[in-house]
């Protein structure tokens, strides 16, 4: 396997390359999900997946915060008031119970857990231990600290103590949201946590023997310029996380209503967003990083970096995983499962996801089940976006097809990729270059069947 830590910045490729497209988080992406698939179809697969036996990965929507930060896109309600969210979670005991009865869970091992949001440490210490327990008595967590159990952190919310708890409740891994150290930049954007608090956090969480951290940042915030977005990376550095993510701020203020409080003004130019990524990037890889790829980028050491080495990364609607072999069972509102070839998501409002709940449903209200030829490409652009390659020959021998001739029509748009310097191809072997690595989405679209100029325009962020 190639070197994939060799980054190469060409500016003119960037801009030709630099399109909308989608994040494949999955294949086919979310946008073709239909209604068409529903409760019924849900049940179906995950039959089917009891069947296999596979092992499962668990994934709890909470979708409260304190305050609203305002570059946020996720499904959240704001509110200060914890005993609000108990309705709600009294729904998600509900759909746990009927989960674990279909999906027979007394058979088949949870390796993976993790609590999103919104704001999860917003529950309170009682309702995080109550729905702890109600997943341990539905479901078989592996136990001895050998399972990767994962929570996203806001610093602002925890304490010594939250930390304490999240640890003996099982949690080895966290992740803490950072986006911006900048004083006015957090101010622009309605979010306000020094260092300080963070650190401490993060003390306590290496003093309790959590296996990882990550520190989540974001760049195109307002307000944001080359040399203080520096000296917060300079900051996360010396914080020394095993894990940072580097997200693309995407201003849709027609889709997200808090993204309305931004200024446009006072939003970084393409220019300087371009440059705050390529100084993060390059820093990162001094500071002795991997880049796992898009936004991601752990240690040498890490799992993340090992599965990579190995061939063995994966990525779903978490992003980048090393549980390719589990079976994925979301819960909450609008969270989206994986079950046995098909993606399934929930009622997106709280309102439509408590009624399903309350009538003895499971609250699915869309997804797809995916044909032969779903699959073959998933995989295809499965090793594309985690390893930076492509073995046509591979492909050849595990789906019993042609490569060349299946994939004739994509392959003569690759050898466009080819002659513009993102991919080298030897023999039926394509490998993206150090200057591709930054556009490797726009290569997994070569691929994608579904892509349209409409869904380009309308459906995704751009690549960078």
């Not at 305002?70 to 008031?81: H, L, M, P, R, V």
């Not at 974001?218 to 997200?247: C, H, K, N, W």
């Not at 190995?310 to 090393?322: C, I």
């Amino acid at each position: 396997m190639s070197n994939l830590n060799q980054i190469e910045w060409d500016h003119d490729l960037i801009q030709r390359y630099n399109i909308s497209g989608p994040r494949y988080t999955s294949y086919p992406t979310a946008v073709q999900f239909t209604d068409q698939f529903r409760e019924s179809e849900y049940q179906v697969a995950v039959q089917r997946s009891r069947e296999s036996g596979t092992p499962l990965s668990l994934y709890f929507h909470i979708p409260f915060c304190d305050t609203v930060c305002f570059y946020c896109g996720c499904n959240k309600i704001a509110t200060k008031d914890t005993a609000k969210a108990q309705p709600y979670l009294e729904r998600v005991y509900k759909e746990i119970a009927l989960q674990a009865e279909q999906a027979g869970s007394s058979e088949r091992t949870v390796k993976q857990l993790h609590w999103g949001g919104g704001t999860p440490t917003f529950l309170s210490h009682e309702q995080m231990r109550e729905l702890m327990a109600e997943t341990r008595r539905h479901f078989q967590l592996q136990e001895n600290d050998e399972g990767d159990f994962s929570i996203e952190i806001d610093p602002r919310e925890a304490t010594g103590e939250t930390m304490e708890l999240l640890r003996e409740l099982g949690f080895n891994r966290v992740s803490l949201g950072v986006q911006d150290f900048n004083p006015d930049v957090q101010k622009a954007v309605n979010r306000i946590q020094s260092v300080k608090i963070t650190q401490e956090i993060m003390d306590h969480a290496r003093r309790l023997g959590f296996r990882s951290l990550n520190l989540d940042l974001i760049y195109g915030l307002p307000l944001q310029t080359e040399s203080s977005f520096a000296e917060t990376l300079e900051t996360i550095i010396e914080m020394d996380p095993d894990r940072i993510s580097v997200f693309n701020y995407a201003h849709l203020p027609e889709r997200f209503k808090p993204q309305r409080r931004i200024n446009n003004d006072d939003l970084p130019s393409p220019d300087t967003k371009l440059k705050i990524l390529e100084h993060t990037i390059n820093r990162l890889i001094e500071a002795g990083y991997v880049y796992i790829g898009m936004d991601h980028f752990a240690k040498p050491d890490d799992t993340l970096s090992i599965a990579q080495r190995e061939g063995k990364l994966h990525r779903n609607f978490q992003g980048y995983t090393t549980h390719s072999d589990c079976d994925l069972i979301a819960m909450g509102v609008s969270s989206i499962s994986q079950q046995a070839n098909t993606y399934s998501q929930n009622a997106y409002t709280i309102d439509e996801y408590q009624a399903a709940i309350d009538d003895g449903h499971l609250p699915v209200i869309k997804g797809v089940e995916l044909n032969d030829d779903d699959i073959l490409r998933r995989s295809v652009i499965n090793q594309i976006i985690c390893h930076f390659e492509l073995d046509g020959d591979d492909i050849s021998k595990t789906f019993g097809i042609d490569f060349n001739e299946y994939f004739a029509e994509e392959l003569e748009f690759l050898e466009q990729h080819c002659r513009d310097g993102l991919v080298i191809r030897e023999g039926n072997h394509y490998t993206v270059t150090p200057a591709g690595r930054l556009l490797v989405r726009a290569v997994c679209m070569a691929f994608d069947s579904y892509l349209d100029k409409k869904a380009l325009t309308q459906s995704y962020s751009r690549i960078i």
